[in-house]
């Protein structure tokens, strides 16, 4: 039984509960159990979308550093791999997926909010990849997909600064896609990730797989990788339901199985 992660389904929402007062540092165990609620919200097919959220005063203040200080670079060798899957454990959800940020998202809380596929902050929000000033890097794929997503320019003041950047900030650089009072961060969150509940969820995630692996390789090799997707979901029933739907009803009248 988790201790600090949790997932809790509800109305075909997956939400992943971060709760470690009182920062929600990220400390092994909490990466451990980051890692084993995503894979349990991959599994389960009554889970059609997933929001990751720290509660209503915190997403995640980073690293447990305490943790950190002891270890050897031999030690940290060893592990930095581990590190960086669970931190991304986001990513490899073939679902939608929301980060719900209130309070500070800093180093491993905010590389966990990069793997959402999507954002949503309040205006109290504060975020950042400090690791410079303890004298290191982000190592939990901060330095990659913050480069990816605002930019190698915007992404190299962050982490080569420390400094915090505020929702209003974050939203224009495209850090965060929506804006939202604190205490409607997860109502929000709920609301994007309810759209996909009735939802063609292969579709879904052959989209997911387009765009993502897409970006880490060449033009001509992503058409490839979304011709090889398309093609593929001619063989599934929600195809077939949705085309027929379209062609006797119009768009957006389909209900799909989700096969």
């Known amino acids: 039984m988790a201790e600090y992660v ?7 929402i997956g ?3 971060l709760d470690r007062p009182p920062m929600n540092a990220l ?4 990466q451990e159990e980051i890692r084993d609620a995503a894979r349990a919200a991959t599994v389960d097919s009554s889970v059609k979308a997933v929001i990751v959220y720290g509660g209503e005063k915190v997403f995640a203040a980073g690293a447990d550093i305490k943790e950190m200080l002891e270890l050897t670079p031999a030690q940290m060798a060893a592990i930095i791999g581990d ?8 990513a490899d959800i073939p679902k939608p997926v929301v980060a719900a940020i209130t309070g500070y998202a800093l180093g491993g809380g905010l590389e966990v909010a990069l793997g959402a596929d999507r954002r949503i902050a309040g205006d109290n929000a504060k975020l950042g990849v400090p690791e410079v000033l303890l004298g290191v890097i982000p190592g939990g794929g901060g330095t990659q997909r913050l480069a990816r997503l605002v930019g190698p320019s915007k992404a190299k003041d962050m982490v080569f600064t420390g400094r915090f950047v505020g929702a209003d900030e974050a939203l224009h650089i495209g850090l965060v896609d929506e804006v939202v009072a604190p205490d409607e961060v997860y109502n929000a969150a709920r609301a994007w990730a309810s759209q996909f509940v009735g939802g063609a969820s292969r579709a879904l995630a052959a989209a997911k797989a387009s765009i993502d692996q ?8 992503g058409l490839k990788i979304e011709a090889q997707q398309f093609a ?3 063989a599934t029933k929600d195809r077939t339901i949705g085309m027929e739907s379209f062609v006797a009803n119009g768009p957006g009248k389909a209900e799909f199985t989700g096969e």
Do not use: C, K, P, Y
Not at 6 to 12: H, P
Not at 214 to 220: C, I
């Open 83 to 90: 590190l960086q899957s669970a931190l991304g454990a986001l």
């Open 232 to 234: 593929a979901l001619f």
């Open 6 to 12: 949790t997932l809790e389904v509800s109305d075909g």
């Open 214 to 221: 897409g970006l880490d390789t060449d033009l001509h090799t």
């Open 15 to 17: 939400t992943i509960r």
């Open 27 to 30: 400390n092994r165990q909490v």
